[in-house]
């Protein structure tokens, strides 16, 4: 079956841009999670859905970082005036329902480059 | 806050070599522990887990122990091939937080 896929793969944005970035879940996974992760890092933690629901947005760097998942599936992160620092491997995750933890099904990711 | 350390990389053996790759974590509570692969050009993958202290996690031939004592989950293989060239990421979850918290990442690079 199909993974989660991420578009675009590769972004290059102008500095002072907005950008969207896609991801579509494995299908009938309920959670979803995005990360950044800069170059030579690990994954960083952004924000958290539960279908619809952003339950955690304690990881997003500031106010020009906006996510959503309006019909509990597809999401789009959103970055607003791109600055250099935003320069990064934006990573997806998806996992089913169920209680406790689920393992974390991860897309290849955007990798934005902001000149 | 909750963070894992890993031991730092690039780290290069020869195939047959014995593989460690050390990681501790400090987190309040009992987290949930993990080792994520991401093999070239492909993404995060999980390797292995536990879930509470004294489990061992395995797969592939890889293993790790989740050593609370020492707040520890080292990464072991008795004998590493090329295929296992790799980055290698230990992470962790607390419960019902959901969200995973990486390490830094180790490159692991396998000669013939």
């Known amino acids: 079956g199909a993974g989660v896929s991420q578009s675009p793969r590769y972004k290059v944005a102008k500095r002072g841009q907005d950008v969207a970035l896609r991801c579509d879940p494995i299908?009938?996974?309920?959670?979803l999670f995005w990360y950044q992760q800069a170059l030579g890092q690990g994954p960083e933690f952004l924000t958290y859905?539960?279908?619809?629901?952003?339950?955690?947005k304690s990881g997003l760097p500031s106010d020009r970082f906006f996510a959503e998942r309006p019909e509990g599936s597809v999401s789009t992160l959103k970055i607003q005036r791109t600055q250099q620092e935003d320069s990064a491997v934006y990573l997806c995750?998806?996992?089913?329902?169920?209680?406790?933890?689920?393992?974390?099904?991860f897309g290849p990711g955007t990798r934005l480059t902001v000149l | 806050g909750d963070s894992v350390t890993q031991m730092e990389g690039p780290v290069t053996l020869s195939e047959e070599a014995f593989l460690t790759i050390n990681c501790t974590y400090t987190?309040?509570?009992?987290?949930?522990l993990f080792w994520y692969v991401q093999y070239p050009g492909e993404g995060l993958q999980l390797l292995l887990k536990?879930?509470?202290?004294?489990d061992k996690g395995s797969n592939k031939g890889f293993e790790a122990t989740y050593r609370k004592e020492t707040t520890s989950f080292h990464l072991e293989k008795g004998s590493v091939q090329v295929s296992d060239s790799a980055v290698y990421f230990c992470?962790?979850?607390?419960?019902?937080?959901?969200?995973?918290?990486f390490g830094q990442g180790t490159r692991l690079t396998i000669n013939p």
């Open positions: 536990a879930t509470k202290a004294d």
């Open positions: 987190a309040t509570g009992y987290p949930s």
């Open positions: 299908s009938g996974h309920v959670s």
């Open positions: 992470a962790l979850s607390k419960q019902g937080a959901q969200k995973l918290v």
């Open positions: 859905f539960q279908n619809e629901a952003q339950l955690d």
């Open positions: 995750a998806s996992s089913p329902p169920a209680g406790g933890y689920n393992e974390q099904f």
